[in-house]
């Protein structure tokens, strides 16, 4: 347990006071487009292209099927080399058709292979083991359910899951939080999960409670989701367990980063360079903890997801239910169409996604929101201009950095001093660059010199690491010649001393003054 | 049928605010200000912001051509202008036009582009090209006018032309008569020669706390600051350091010898205490950037401006404080970073 909490800190977690955190942006939300219309589940496309990577935290999936295989819903047909990240699962059952590279949601833009899948329309599922008893089950058991049914962080970010839950097995968390802060414009994806399932996501969190022995769970929403608030708040009464509670936090830009929601919680900081973990915490997605549930109480692995399009290119703005896998242009279609003069496609919300080139790329488990703007929303192609050093940045940054003196250091290379001054504690929430007056790429360049700084310690990890090898190779033949010299003159001494040893001395002695006796004799 | 899109960056959002717009906000919060000042001076200031704005342009647009720049992007963010009327408010209304030229080729020349141009240099340009000009032509920088109010024969629109752009006056005048020293002028002179504060004080060109017209003048120049601050062009740091420090070490030399020292208050609204305060000082590109930095130097402004104006050879120094503290930003700026999310807290392994 996390006795490291001053009493202070955990008094205040329990008094549930609404902290605040530094600077953040008051946006337009957008939200109501897309939540009147209730959720609906797309039926499988005609092809459905599985990306074998689904996320960046690790390498792309290895195939474990082969192309003319049938397979069934729920199936795994990848497997990720490390261990705890999990499998990837034939999101219905049907043929694979091939194994191809395609292009795919993925922030580098680069294509990636599929596996890609006719479905044969019955759904067959494959054999689903639900864990009945979960709620008496061991930990360890629902941490491996988690890993193996494929669980990533579903709002966004696509961390595995299995690896979040381990850390706080191993660790020990008193809190556990799920966030249904989506603090980004146009996202609808939790609000509506919480509207319309509430339950699932009620016993998601118990099941995750079970999972990592935590005292309490809070779930936090916004305070502008008021029929969420009474939607869970009955759903409670049903099946809560006590252990469960609502908070509304403000709404406001980016609340919903993992690391603004513990400090508007709990009034306290994520250490720079650590995790939510370090304080008792654990933050996990509501949309995680509903699939949870699915992969616990129902066995089903993570096959689909909500996803909201929305903006204002699409002609009828909603929440669907979609296989991973889908075509992004099919769900487009779902919604009506495109409307108006689209100029950008992105995966994500305005703040922090990313555009994709092309409405091909199916949708992976990161995909919270296809967004299709227009040019009336976009950022017009303003040429950027010399930082003025306004300190408008400043005063948005959530982690209360300097992005106007960060980007002076990361376009200058001046790398001791960016990180001095906290670059890898930015978030890339993008605050920053919004309102910057010069239409300075900020995050843009954040998101370089956090990379640089990564190769950086990576590279010098990697030397220190020779050096040390180095200088233990030195320090091994130094020593070896030390215990050689020691070895020599100890059996020197040994026989000089040894009566043995004296003897064998005087001869050798002997002989040598009779052959130069008998040399001398020789000689003319 | 699927579609293809053009790719970019986030935020995928259109930007609210532009550089244009700062320094466009800059200008209309001096308008009122401005508008004072001529209507307790007359109009001899829009000839020298007309004179300053148009040499401001033309060196603008020489330099950027020079270096190779975007001269339509450049020419229109305003800065250049800014400039310009923030020099043409530190000049006698009836300075030569040769003095405009001059001090506009310091500011935007050298000061400006010479250091990088927009967002490199490290000196505040217009105070740069006003230094420059008082300490070479002490004499034309020194000849203010007396107010409106005041003054024996009012000097119209044309008599200003006149005098600025051939040195005559009207028939009968001689400098000697039209001008005047300034309220903290006559103040140091009178100190120095031995005369109480309060004696000194009774002189017509006083008003209420500073000078007669002048007070008025800074009132509307803090109704400009208020609104840039609402704007969230400015933020209250630097006005609420270097006012508050005028004050607080004004008080105290006031409290400790009234005779020779003016109120705190005949400090703030004479001079340029005011303008700096929200125009000058406020300068992002040669002032601190942290909050707490921001402070320092107003702090720095206010008390460096108190000491010109006690000890030093001119009878206000806002514009000398300002280019101090210019220096000293880099050095503040270092050690008033702020500790960000999460910096030095313990992490449990």
């Given at each position: ?49 599985v ?49 191809e ?47 193996t ?6 709002g966004?970010a ?51 409670r079970?999972?990592t ?104 703005p ?8 889908t075509?992004?242009?099919d ?7 495109y ?11 305005p ?24 040019a ?8 950027e201009?010399?930082?003025?050093r ?51 790429p ?19 990890r990697?030397a ?14 130094e ?5 050689r010299?020691d ?9 000089k ?18 052959s ?9 | ?17 532009t ?47 020079l ?6 992007l ?51 340009p ?11 032509f ?23 032309l ?13 400098w ?128 460096i ?26 050095l503040?700026d ?16």
């Open positions: 347990m996390a006795q490291h909490l001053s009493a202070a800190a955990r008094a205040r977690l329990a008094g549930q006071r609404i902290h605040h955190f530094h600077g953040g942006l008051r946006l337009r939300h957008h939200k109501k487009i897309s939540c009147d219309v209730p959720l609906e589940r797309v039926p499988p496309s005609e092809r459905l292209f990306p074998l990577l689904q996320h960046g935290h690790s390498d792309a999936a290895r195939s474990l099927v082969e192309a003319g295989q049938a397979v069934l819903k729920g199936e795994p047909i990848g497997s990720y080399c490390e261990p705890d990240t999990g499998y990837v699962h034939a999101p219905t059952s049907g043929k694979v058709i091939a194994l590279v395609r292009p795919i949601a993925h922030p580098s833009g680069l294509d990636g292979e599929c596996v890609v899948i006719q479905p044969d329309g019955e759904e067959r599922w494959t054999r689903l083991e639900p864990i009945e008893d979960w709620q008496h089950a061991d930990p360890a058991t629902l941490g491996e359910r988690i890993r049914a494929g669980l990533v962080g579903l966004g696509v961390f595995p899951t299995a690896k979040k839950v381990e850390g706080a097995q191993a660790r020990g968390v008193h809190t556990l939080i799920l966030n249904g802060a989506e603090c980004e414009p146009y996202i609808s994806c939790d609000e509506m999960l919480m509207r319309e399932q509430p339950e699932k996501l009620i016993l998601g969190a118990r099941v995750l079970r999972a022995a935590a005292e309490r769970v809070i779930i936090a929403i916004e305070d502008q989701m008021g029929v969420v608030q009474r939607v869970l708040d009955s759903a409670l009464k049903t099946c809560g367990d006590g252990a469960v509670e609502i908070v509304r936090v403000t709404t406001i830009y980016p609340e919903g980063g993992e690391r603004q929601l513990v400090q508007v919680l709990t009034g306290l900081e994520v250490p720079s360079g650590g995790l939510p973990l370090d304080l008792g915490l654990l933050c996990l997605n509501v949309g995680t903890a509903a699939a949870a549930a699915d992969a616990v109480i129902e066995g089903k692995p993570l096959i689909e997801r909500i996803v909201t399009v929305s903006g204002s290119g699409i002609s009828r909603r929440n669907l239910i979609a296989l991973l896998g075509p992004i242009h769900l487009v279609e779902r919604c009506g169409g409307r108006g003069d689209v100029q950008r496609l992105v995966l994500g919300g703040m922090m996604g990313y555009a994709l080139p092309t409405d091909a790329a199916p949708v992976v488990k990161a995909a919270n929101c296809i967004l299709a703007l227009t009336d929303d976009l950022r017009s192609p303003q040429p201009m010399p930082c003025i306004c300190g408008e940045c400043m005063r948005v940054c959530p982690a209360v950095l300097l992005p106007q003196q960060l980007h002076w250091q990361v376009t200058n290379q001046q790398w001791e001093e960016a990180e001095e001054y906290g670059l890898m504690d930015c978030i890339e929430c993008g605050c920053c660059d919004f309102v910057c007056p010069s239409q300075i900020l995050a843009d360049w954040f998101r370089y010199g956090k990379g640089v700084l990564v190769n950086r310690a990576s590279e010098k990697a220190d690491h020779a050096r040390h090898r180095y200088e233990a190779r030195q320090e091994r033949l020593r070896l010649k030390r215990s010299q070895r020599i003159a100890e059996q020197k001494r040994q026989l001393q040894s009566s043995e040893g004296k003897r064998k001395v005087a001869e050798a002695l002997e002989r040598a003054r009779k130069r006796g008998e040399d001398e004799g020789r000689s003319p | 049928m699927s579609r293809d899109f053009a790719i970019g960056g986030a935020p995928h959002f259109f930007p609210p605010v550089v244009q717009r700062v320094m466009r906000d800059v200008l209309l919060a001096m308008l009122p200000g401005i508008a004072a000042y001529c209507w307790c001076f007359g109009p001899g200031l829009l000839l020298q912001i007309v004179l300053a704005v148009g040499f401001a342009l033309a060196f603008e647009a020489v330099m950027l051509k270096r190779g720049q975007n001269l339509r450049f020419l229109s963010d305003f800065s250049a202008v800014v400039t310009a009327v923030l020099f043409a408010l530190c000049l006698p209304p009836l300075a030569p036009w040769w003095i405009a030229c001059i001090g506009m080729l310091f500011a935007i020349v050298i000061a400006k582009h010479l250091f990088g141009g927009l967002g490199y240099n490290v000196f505040n217009a105070m740069v090209g006003y230094v420059v000009c008082l300490i070479s002490p004499r034309v920088m020194t000849a203010w006018l007396p107010p409106l109010s005041l003054a024996d024969v009012p000097i119209t629109f044309l008599d200003s006149a005098a600025i752009f051939t040195g005559a006056l009207p028939a009968g005048l001689g000697d008569a039209v001008t005047q020293a300034t309220p903290l002028d006559t103040l140091k002179t009178g100190v120095d020669q031995g005369r109480i504060v309060s004696e000194i004080r009774r002189a017509p060109i006083f008003g209420d706390f500073g000078g007669l017209g002048w007070e008025w003048i800074a009132n509307w120049f803090a109704v400009g600051g208020f609104w840039l601050m609402w704007r969230r062009v400015i933020s209250w740091h630097v006005p609420a350091a270097m006012i508050g420090t005028v004050i607080a070490l004004g008080l105290i030399a006031y409290l400790a010898d009234p005779g020779s020292n003016p109120s705190p208050l005949q400090h703030v609204f004479s001079g340029a205490i005011i303008l700096g305060a929200f125009f000058i000082a406020t300068d992002p590109v040669t002032g601190c950037t942290s909050s707490r930095g921001r402070l320092w130097f107003g702090v720095g402004v206010g008390a401006t108190l000491a010109i104006r006690r000890w030093g050879g001119y009878p206000d120094g806002v514009a000398f404080a300002v280019l101090i503290m210019n220096m000293a930003a880099p503040i270092r050690y008033t970073r702020p500790r960000h999310y999460g910096e030095g807290k313990q992490k449990h392994e």
